[in-house]
Structure formats: structure tokens, C-alpha cells
């Protein structure tokens, strides 16, 4: 895999990370339900999409080697740490 892919993915993850963070600091306790309510379904459709990804991820980094392996150990780390960021 070269760099231009490698960078490709980080920068699709990256948008994907932000749009789940971005979306999470963003809700707001709706006055009609006693709940957080999200002005949006964007984080929840890019939360699911981390987690497919770090399922995918996962596979691949276990045949890959060198640089394409430490590349996707470093996507799954920044996926990990979104999604469960108590860790």
C-alpha cells in the first residue's frame, strides 16, 4: 500500500472521528423528552461505520506486514480511543 492510500484512509477515518465528536459534544437535552436528543443522524451513521471499520481493520492487520501493518495498528488505536475513549 502506498503513502497516498495510507494517507487517503487516515483523512477518511480522521472526518469520520470528528464528525462522531463534533456530533456527541452536540446534543442537547430536548425540553418535549428528558433525554439528550442529537440534531442529527450523521454521528450515530459514522459511529457504526468506526466500528464496521475497526472489525475490518482488525482482519487485514493480522496478514499485513512493515509499514501497511503499523499503519492499520495506528487507525485501530484512533478508532479504539474514539470509541471508548475511558480507556
Same mark, same amino acid.
Given at each position: 500500500?502506498? +503513502?497516498? *492510500?495510507?494517507? /487517503?484512509? $487516515? ?8 464528525? !462522531? ?23 450515530? +451513521?459514522? *459511529?457504526?461505520? /468506526?466500528? $464496521? ?8 492487520? !493480522? ?25
Amino acid at each position: 500500500m502506498d +503513502i497516498y *492510500r495510507r494517507n /487517503l484512509q $487516515k483523512v477518511y477515518i480522521d472526518a469520520l472521528v470528528t464528525l !462522531v465528536g463534533n456530533l456527541s459534544n452536540a446534543r442537547v437535552t430536548s425540553p418535549a423528552v428528558a433525554s439528550p436528543v442529537s440534531p442529527s443522524d450523521a454521528g450515530g +451513521i459514522a *459511529r457504526t461505520h /468506526l466500528i $464496521k471499520l475497526k472489525s475490518e481493520i482488525s482482519k487485514v492487520s !493480522v496478514i499485513s506486514t512493515g509499514i501497511t501493518k503499523a499503519h492499520f495498528v495506528d487507525l485501530l488505536a484512533f478508532i479504539n480511543e474514539t470509541l471508548d475513549p475511558k480507556k
